[in-house]
Protein backbone atom coordinates (compact mmCIF):
# COMPACT_ATOMS: atom_id res chain seq x y z
CA UNK A 1 0.00 0.00 0.00
CA UNK A 2 2.82 2.02 0.91
CA UNK A 3 4.56 1.46 -2.16
CA UNK A 4 1.97 1.57 -4.79
CA UNK A 5 1.06 5.58 -2.66
CA UNK A 6 4.83 6.50 -3.34
CA UNK A 7 5.11 5.54 -6.61
CA UNK A 8 1.88 6.83 -8.08
CA UNK A 9 3.17 10.73 -7.68
CA UNK A 10 7.40 9.42 -8.97
CA UNK A 11 8.28 9.89 -12.33
CA UNK A 12 11.20 8.72 -13.75
CA UNK A 13 13.09 10.81 -16.76
CA UNK A 14 14.44 13.89 -17.21
CA UNK A 15 12.65 16.52 -15.77
CA UNK A 16 11.54 19.45 -18.08
CA UNK A 17 12.84 22.85 -16.19
CA UNK A 18 10.95 25.13 -18.01
CA UNK A 19 7.63 23.07 -16.80
CA UNK A 20 8.79 23.27 -13.74
CA UNK A 21 10.02 27.02 -13.65
CA UNK A 22 6.44 27.46 -15.68
CA UNK A 23 4.27 25.86 -12.82
CA UNK A 24 5.97 28.07 -9.49
CA UNK A 25 8.59 25.60 -8.46
CA UNK A 26 12.17 25.27 -8.16
CA UNK A 27 14.14 22.03 -9.30
CA UNK A 28 16.79 21.71 -6.73
CA UNK A 29 19.91 19.44 -6.44
CA UNK A 30 19.13 18.17 -3.16
CA UNK A 31 22.99 16.02 -2.38
CA UNK A 32 25.82 18.05 -3.32
CA UNK A 33 28.92 17.84 -2.11
CA UNK A 34 31.70 20.06 -2.57
CA UNK A 35 35.64 20.81 -1.69
CA UNK A 36 35.12 21.23 1.51
CA UNK A 37 34.60 17.59 2.32
CA UNK A 38 34.37 15.12 -0.22
CA UNK A 39 33.48 16.95 -3.36
CA UNK A 40 35.81 18.08 -5.87
CA UNK A 41 33.75 21.57 -6.95
CA UNK A 42 34.63 24.56 -5.24
CA UNK A 43 31.60 26.24 -3.91
CA UNK A 44 31.46 29.58 -6.43
CA UNK A 45 31.70 27.02 -8.94
CA UNK A 46 28.87 25.17 -8.10
CA UNK A 47 26.95 28.29 -7.81
CA UNK A 48 27.65 28.95 -11.27
CA UNK A 49 27.05 25.86 -12.61
CA UNK A 50 23.50 25.68 -11.17
CA UNK A 51 22.60 29.39 -11.56
CA UNK A 52 23.55 28.56 -15.50
CA UNK A 53 21.20 25.40 -15.01
CA UNK A 54 18.25 27.13 -13.37
CA UNK A 55 18.66 24.69 -10.62
CA UNK A 56 18.36 25.73 -6.59
CA UNK A 57 20.88 23.74 -4.74
CA UNK A 58 21.20 21.84 -1.10
CA UNK A 59 24.77 21.54 -0.13
CA UNK A 60 25.07 18.70 2.27
CA UNK A 61 28.95 18.31 3.03
CA UNK A 62 29.83 15.38 5.24
CA UNK A 63 29.77 16.47 8.75
CA UNK A 64 30.62 20.16 7.85
CA UNK A 65 29.08 23.04 7.43
CA UNK A 66 31.49 25.69 6.07
CA UNK A 67 30.18 24.70 2.21
CA UNK A 68 27.06 26.56 2.82
CA UNK A 69 28.12 29.17 5.02
CA UNK A 70 30.14 30.69 1.95
CA UNK A 71 27.39 29.76 -0.49
CA UNK A 72 25.10 32.23 1.59
CA UNK A 73 28.14 34.48 1.63
CA UNK A 74 28.57 34.39 -2.31
CA UNK A 75 24.93 35.70 -2.38
CA UNK A 76 24.24 34.19 -5.65
CA UNK A 77 20.71 34.68 -6.05
CA UNK A 78 20.71 30.75 -6.37
CA UNK A 79 17.87 29.08 -4.63
CA UNK A 80 20.12 27.47 -1.27
CA UNK A 81 18.69 25.24 1.08
CA UNK A 82 21.02 24.68 4.45
CA UNK A 83 21.72 21.24 4.69
CA UNK A 84 24.58 18.70 6.19
CA UNK A 85 25.04 15.03 5.53
CA UNK A 86 25.97 13.33 9.12
CA UNK A 87 27.77 10.22 9.58
CA UNK A 88 26.21 8.25 12.64
CA UNK A 89 28.74 5.43 14.39
CA UNK A 90 26.59 2.64 12.72
CA UNK A 91 27.65 3.61 9.42
CA UNK A 92 24.52 4.99 7.68
CA UNK A 93 24.62 8.41 6.70
CA UNK A 94 21.44 11.02 7.35
CA UNK A 95 20.86 13.75 4.87
CA UNK A 96 19.57 16.91 7.48
CA UNK A 97 17.55 19.97 5.57
CA UNK A 98 16.54 22.82 7.45
CA UNK A 99 14.33 25.44 6.70
CA UNK A 100 16.77 28.18 8.05
CA UNK A 101 20.81 28.43 8.03
CA UNK A 102 20.50 30.01 11.19
CA UNK A 103 19.13 26.47 12.35
CA UNK A 104 22.00 24.84 10.58
CA UNK A 105 24.42 26.59 12.46
CA UNK A 106 22.76 26.06 16.12
CA UNK A 107 22.51 22.14 15.31
CA UNK A 108 25.98 21.69 13.89
CA UNK A 109 27.54 23.90 16.98
CA UNK A 110 25.37 22.03 19.42
CA UNK A 111 24.98 18.41 18.19
CA UNK A 112 27.83 17.73 15.60
CA UNK A 113 30.87 19.67 16.25
CA UNK A 114 31.58 18.00 19.81
CA UNK A 115 31.07 15.17 18.57
CA UNK A 116 33.25 15.00 15.22
CA UNK A 117 35.45 13.18 14.45
CA UNK A 118 39.50 14.57 13.23
CA UNK A 119 37.88 13.86 8.99
CA UNK A 120 34.91 14.89 7.83
CA UNK A 121 34.73 11.48 6.75
CA UNK A 122 34.60 9.69 9.68
CA UNK A 123 31.90 8.88 11.34
CA UNK A 124 30.63 10.84 14.53
CA UNK A 125 30.41 9.54 17.62
CA UNK A 126 26.57 9.63 17.86
CA UNK A 127 24.12 7.30 16.79
CA UNK A 128 21.87 7.42 14.44
CA UNK A 129 18.65 8.07 16.68
CA UNK A 130 20.76 11.19 18.62
CA UNK A 131 21.29 12.72 15.58
CA UNK A 132 17.67 11.97 14.04
CA UNK A 133 16.36 12.91 17.58
CA UNK A 134 18.73 16.01 18.28
CA UNK A 135 17.48 17.17 14.72
CA UNK A 136 14.14 16.92 15.39
CA UNK A 137 14.22 20.18 17.73
CA UNK A 138 14.47 21.88 14.29
CA UNK A 139 12.34 22.36 11.31
CA UNK A 140 13.53 20.56 8.52
CA UNK A 141 13.51 17.40 6.91
CA UNK A 142 15.51 13.96 8.13
CA UNK A 143 16.14 11.40 5.21
CA UNK A 144 18.43 8.47 4.56
CA UNK A 145 21.44 9.40 2.17
CA UNK A 146 21.89 6.09 0.79
CA UNK A 147 19.48 3.65 2.34
CA UNK A 148 20.73 0.52 0.46
CA UNK A 149 24.61 1.33 1.27
CA UNK A 150 27.08 2.93 -1.01
CA UNK A 151 30.42 2.22 -2.88
CA UNK A 152 31.89 -1.19 -1.78
CA UNK A 153 30.12 -1.06 1.94
CA UNK A 154 26.60 -1.93 3.46
CA UNK A 155 26.16 0.39 5.39
CA UNK A 156 22.94 1.86 4.13
CA UNK A 157 19.95 2.20 6.79
CA UNK A 158 18.01 -1.37 5.36
CA UNK A 159 21.15 -2.91 5.69
CA UNK A 160 21.85 -1.82 9.28
CA UNK A 161 17.90 -2.59 10.37
CA UNK A 162 18.47 -6.26 8.46
CA UNK A 163 22.10 -6.55 10.61
CA UNK A 164 20.53 -5.91 13.83
CA UNK A 165 22.85 -2.98 14.27
CA UNK A 166 20.01 0.09 13.84
CA UNK A 167 16.69 -0.48 15.17
CA UNK A 168 13.81 -0.48 12.82
Do not use: W
Request: proline share 5%; glycine share 10%; net charge negative.
Amino acid sequence: MIHDLVFTNVTFERPVLEEIHHAGLSAVEMHYHTNHSDGIACVRGALKLAGKRGLGLAIADHNEISGVIEAEQADTGVLLIPGIEVSPCEGPHILLYFSRSADLADFYRKSILPHKGPSPYFATRLSTGQIVEQAGNYEGVRVAAHPCGYLLFNRGVFRCIDRDCLDA
